[in-house]
């Protein structure tokens, strides 16, 4: 079939729009400043379990990945999830229309393209902007931890959402955690659902994780999901292409760990893939190696928030640190000498640095901007030290 368009984004946006109008699915949208990737693979682990789920590919968010998810939707999905993201204020509210979600998640507010906006109320006001797709009688789920969180309450019921349902570590959300265990690659949660105890397996870790995953628990309820089966499936959550994926590389005499984080970066995402890097485990004579990028679209404010890791890398643990581009600067200039591992302008100035600097039972996180191309850093690394097989 050979569709001819005038515009071909006007016509993709009216077969996504037709191709929701058609469907009888309970349909999520995901919006926040960081987690929407993950959270939007967990929804998708956890409500197959219950039917048939059609969730968005990569971070197909904006005004061409949005419509085209719609498109390829199945008049038989059960479920849909959506991932929807912004750069400017305005770009969520005709997104959300099309999409017109029965569920909006807000992961959380952070500094994330804050160079694009005066201050973090105006990013909330725009990530706010996924209510105003909800369908009558729909539902908005908040994270209770955020400083926002009354701010994006508020806008959701000027939407006319009738009912918000919270989520978090604060003791007065609707769903929140109770204990959780943080292991290096997964985490053990026990979780109050709305009234409900669970207690299951996380297979992402990270506390940041553990938090997302009780949103999904409560779409999860909220749409009809079987909420034992949501909870089991999330066991088997995997990250997405270099948003914490863990690799173990040969080396001549052993094997090291990578973990690629290198899809992008805002300060919240930093603090938390420096957290994780924290409670791995290096091997014997291992060390804990950070190779970051910039975080770019911060305005103004890049340089301080960047030279505000010096506190957060030095709480990891971090043994070495290899940093690119000009905003790291910042960073690498509070770093003790005896830590530091190589600067450079770019990631290709470093690459050979941190290639050589490594041995066998190091922990290597490696994190940046999309722009910052630390992506290809990080392939450098499995070319010279391939991944190991795992045994099936």
């Known amino acids: 079939l050979l569709v001819v368009a005038e515009d071909p984004l006007r016509g993709l946006e009216n077969i996504g729009r037709a191709a929701r109008a058609r469907s009888h699915a309970q349909i999520i949208g995901v ?159 026990t979780a109050n659902v709305m009234g409900e105890t669970l207690i299951y397996k996380l297979g992402l870790p990270g506390e940041h994780m553990a938090v997302n995953s009780l949103a999904v628990l409560a779409a999860a309820k909220l749409t009809g999901a079987d909420l034992a089966r949501a909870a089991l499936a999330l066991a088997t959550a995997e990250p997405a292409k270099g948003r914490g994926v863990r690799e173990e590389l040969a080396t001549p005499d052993g094997s090291l760990l990578l973990i690629d984080e290198s899809y992008n970066a805002n300060p919240a995402s930093m603090r938390a893939a420096l957290a994780l890097l924290a409670n791995a485990r290096p091997g014997k004579n291992g060390r804990r190696i950070a190779v970051l990028g910039d975080m770019l679209e911060l305005g103004i404010t890049g340089p301080e928030l960047h030279a505000d890791l010096a506190g957060p890398v030095d709480e990891a643990g971090v043994d070495v640190l290899y940093a690119a581009g000009p905003l790291m600067a910042n960073l690498w200039g509070r770093i003790p000498s005896a830590k530091r591992g190589a600067y450079g302008e770019t990631s290709a100035a470093i690459t ?41």
Not at 43 to 65: I, P, V, Y
Not at 353 to 368: P, Q
């Open 31 to 189: 919006t926040g400043s960081v987690g929407k990737t993950s959270t939007k693979e967990m929804l998708r682990a956890a409500l197959s379990a219950s039917g048939e789920t059609h969730a968005s590919a990569a971070s197909f968010n904006n005004h061409w990945g949005v419509p085209l998810t719609l498109a390829r939707m199945p008049l038989e999905a059960a479920f849909g999830v959506f991932e929807i993201g912004m750069n400017h204020a305005g770009e969520i509210t005709p997104l959300a229309g099309m999409v017109r979600p029965h569920v909006a998640i807000v992961t959380t507010i952070a500094a994330s393209h804050l160079g694009h906006f005066n201050s973090l109320d105006e990013i909330a006001d725009a990530k706010a902007e996924i209510f105003t797709g909800v369908v009558p009688g729909g539902i908005a789920v908040i994270n209770r931890d955020t400083p926002y969180f009354n701010r994006l309450s508020t806008a959701a019921r000027a939407t006319g959402i009738g009912r918000i349902v919270s989520f978090g570590k604060h003791a007065e959300a609707d769903v929140r955690i109770e204990r959780a265990v943080l292991h290096p690659d997964c985490c053990c949660i």
């Open 352 to 392: 050979e640095a941190v290639l050589g600097g490594l041995r066998v039972g190091d922990v290597v996180m490696v994190k940046g901007s999309l722009g910052s191309r630390m992506g290809p850093l990080a392939e450098a690394m499995r070319q010279k030290f391939p991944p190991v097989r795992k045994e099936s």
